[in-house]
């Protein structure tokens, strides 16, 4: 029985990365007088990392790792970083990004269904609000009974923390949910939480290692909610 669907956001719900943070993550660069600009392919191999400031660190210890070093370097991360969530949030409100298609149909459905709804995501929580608010609707928040953010949980995806956290405060077993994802990090999460899973592959994350996932489409644009509960009921946890 599906009682509950929970989205991941970045690439899943709508292609947020390449035009989206990567375009943020360049301004905040450029504003912070740093010489940094993170092309397609670049962003797409830093994607391997998860949440907006581990990916600066990573990426920092690369190339600047006397700047790393410095003892002020956590400091300067998160404001560089909050520099890049005003950027991004901007971008967002003024429309930069939409929902994948079949997304907002499938919501939808599913409300008027009555499952419950979540959001499991890496990214910070003032992202979700401007993506909701600027792609379904002003108090899109409100139809989701847990939104996931950010920060809540130490180890971000592949970790499974984020689905855990979710699922305790959703109040529905792992195995009447399916999470909805688009990166082997995000399946790995999801997996680890015992939550069925199905992949929309995108540009970045197509042919990543899915393996766990119930089954991998290449976007929900067909895909109505009557089908999302076939793949569940083909979920076996032997799987
Ligand atoms: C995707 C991420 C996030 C975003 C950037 O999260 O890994 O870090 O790339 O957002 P998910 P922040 O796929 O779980 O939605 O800079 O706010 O981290």
Same mark, same amino acid.
């Given at each position: 029985?599906?009682?509950?669907?929970?989205?991941?956001?970045?690439?899943?719900?709508?292609?947020?990365?390449?035009?989206?943070?990567?375009?943020?993550?360049?301004?905040?660069?450029?504003?912070?007088?740093?010489?940094?600009?993170?092309?397609?392919?670049?962003?797409?191999?830093?994607?391997?990392?998860?949440?907006?400031?581990?990916?600066?660190? =990573? &990426?920092? *210890? @690369? +190339? #600047?790792?006397?700047?790393?070093?410095?003892?002020?370097?956590? !400091?300067? %991360?998160?404001?560089?970083?909050?520099?890049?969530?005003? =950027? &991004?949030? *901007? @971008? +967002? #409100?003024?429309?930069?990004?939409?929902?994948?298609?079949?997304? !907002?149909? %499938?919501?939808?459905?599913?409300?008027?269904?009555?499952?419950?709804?979540?959001?499991?995501?890496?990214?910070?929580?003032?992202?979700?609000?401007?993506?909701?608010?600027?792609?379904?609707?002003?108090?899109?928040?409100?139809?989701?009974?847990?939104?996931?953010?950010?920060?809540?949980?130490?180890?971000?995806?592949?970790?499974?923390?984020?689905?855990?956290?979710?699922?305790?405060?959703?109040?529905?077993?792992?195995?009447?949910?399916?999470?909805?994802?688009?990166?082997?990090?995000?399946?790995?999460?999801?997996?680890?939480?015992?939550?069925?899973?199905?992949?929309?592959?995108?540009?970045?994350?197509?042919?990543?290692?899915?393996?766990?996932?119930?089954?991998?489409?290449?976007?929900?644009?067909?895909?109505?909610?009557?089908?999302?509960?076939?793949?569940?009921?083909?979920?076996?946890?032997?799987?």
């Amino acid at each position: 029985m599906l009682n509950a669907l929970i989205f991941d956001v970045d690439g899943t719900l709508a292609d947020t990365e390449r035009d989206g943070h990567r375009v943020a993550f360049n301004a905040a660069f450029r504003e912070a007088g740093l010489p940094w600009n993170w092309d397609v392919p670049t962003y797409g191999e830093l994607l391997a990392v998860s949440g907006g400031k581990e990916r600066l660190a =990573h &990426y920092a *210890r @690369l +190339v #600047a790792p006397d700047l790393a070093a410095r003892p002020d370097f956590d !400091a300067f %991360l998160r404001k560089l970083h909050t520099l890049k969530t005003g =950027h &991004y949030v *901007r @971008l +967002v #409100a003024s429309g930069a990004v939409e929902l994948r298609p079949g997304v !907002a149909n %499938l919501i939808r459905e599913a409300r008027r269904a009555g499952l419950k709804l979540a959001i499991a995501t890496t990214t910070s929580p003032e992202n979700v609000s401007a993506l909701l608010r600027a792609s379904l609707a002003h108090d899109a928040e409100k139809w989701f009974d847990v939104i996931g953010a950010g920060d809540i949980v130490a180890a971000k995806k592949p970790a499974p923390d984020i689905y855990v956290w979710v699922l305790e405060r959703l109040g529905v077993p792992a195995a009447e949910c399916i999470a909805i994802e688009d990166t082997a990090n995000g399946v790995k999460a999801a997996c680890g939480a015992g939550i069925p899973t199905l992949v929309t592959e995108n540009d970045y994350t197509r042919g990543q290692d899915f393996s766990g996932a119930v089954a991998v489409l290449s976007d929900l644009c067909a895909t109505i909610l009557a089908e999302v509960e076939v793949l569940h009921r083909t979920y076996s946890p032997h799987h």
